[in-house]
């Protein structure tokens, strides 16, 4: 993944347009993801009973945060990158846009995540299913916060 990234980088560089036509695709599967969550992963779940909802909660959490985590930077990384060789404002804007899921999580979803992981599997009931309720709520912020960067970026594009 690693080599992967400083490639993109490495050709971006060169090539204006690249870095923020990637920063738009970045956001786009940021943006996808956290709908999935939203509309698919998250409804399916809540169907199973109380154990079973956090056992299935507690690693899908833990490897959507990794994914998303990183798409957040690289994404930002690419925007700033754009900004930077073209001097338009709209890359920066989607860069902090999309970035901003990690302040938001740091300060608004982890207490709950926090909560939902110290929570052992046993002890799942009703309290646990109403944080992954609310965890679910918290999320839907920051799906909207990777579409409104998608669409900076999208405008950015469309005005180059």
Known sequence: MNLLIRGAVSLALGMPMLAGQLALIVAAIFTGAAIYINVAEQPARLKLDDRALLTEWKPAYVRGFAMQA??????FLLGVLAWWQ???????????????????????????????MATPVEQAG??????????????????????LATAVFLWASLAS
């Open 70 to 75: 990183s798409l957040a930077v690289i994404g």
């Open 86 to 116: 073209t001097g338009d404002w709209r890359w920066l804007l989607g860069a902090i846009v999309l970035v901003a899921n990690w302040p938001y999580t740091l300060i608004v979803i982890m207490p709950t995540n926090k909560r939902l």
């Open 126 to 147: 009703p309290e646990s299913r109403k944080l992954i309720e609310t965890w679910a709520a918290l999320h839907a912020v920051r799906t909207a916060l990777g579409a």
